[in-house]
C-alpha cells in the first residue's frame, strides 16, 4: 500500500499502549491493530482528528506516502 501509517512509532514515543490510544480515541484495539497494520482502506476525518488530538501531532507525522515497489 503506498500510504504508510507510523501510529506504533507515535504510540512509542508517546509511551502509550494501544489499550490506552484506543480509549482514548474512541475505537477498539482490533482497529488500532487494522490502522497500524496498514489494512484499513479508508480512515474517518473524526478518527484523524482524535488521533492527532490525543498524540499531539500533525497529520503528517502518522501518514506518510510511500511509492510502489519499496
Keep these: 500500500m503506498p500510504i504508510a501509517i507510523d501510529i506504533d512509532i507515535m504510540l512509542a514515543r508517546r509511551k502509550m499502549s494501544v489499550q490506552d ?3 482514548a480515541i474512541g475505537i477498539t484495539p482490533a482497529n488500532v491493530a487494522v490502522l497500524k497494520n496498514g489494512r484499513a482502506k479508508a480512515v474517518r476525518f473524526t478518527t ?13 507525522d502518522i501518514l506518510r ?4 515497489g519499496e
Design 21 to 23: 490510544f484506543a480509549d
Design 48 to 60: 484523524l482528528d482524535a488521533i492527532c488530538r490525543v498524540l499531539d501531532c500533525q497529520p503528517g
Design 65 to 68: 506516502w510511500v511509492p510502489e
